[in-house]
């Protein structure tokens, strides 16, 4: 499975963006596929999952700001953050997990400043 994350960029502090992750294959095909940050200096963390029968899991910091979707006709999930902080400054990844492999997509800059 190849994944394809675009989105990231330069925002203020409580500003929004929306990352998307394309993936090569049917999303039907993949057990769960979700988003995982690095900010520099720290270890890469998850964000959010959906699962292939749509059960959405999002972490602590994500809960009530962010927001996993996807487009099952496009193979698409989306993050839709908003109220973005300094903190969530990272690189955020596309993970795709299907049996017992896991696939990456290549990362897309967050940067949060004023």
């Known amino acids: 499975v190849q994944l394809q994350a675009s989105g990231g960029g330069l925002v203020q502090p409580g500003g929004s963006l929306r990352l998307s992750c394309t993936a090569s294959?049917?999303?039907?095909?993949?057990?769960?596929m979700g988003w995982y940050r690095q900010a520099p200096g720290k270890e890469r963390e998850a964000v959010a999952r959906?699962?292939?029968?749509?059960?959405?899991e999002y972490l602590n910091f994500a809960q009530g700001r962010f927001t996993i979707s996807r487009d099952v006709a496009k193979n698409t999930v989306y993050l839709q953050m908003d109220f973005l902080k300094s903190e969530d400054t990272a690189v955020y990844y596309c993970n795709a997990e299907r049996e017992d492999m896991n696939y990456w997509g290549q990362g897309t800059q967050v940067t949060v400043s004023s």
């Open positions: 959906i699962t292939v029968g749509g059960v959405k």
């Open positions: 294959e049917s999303i039907w095909s993949i057990n769960v």
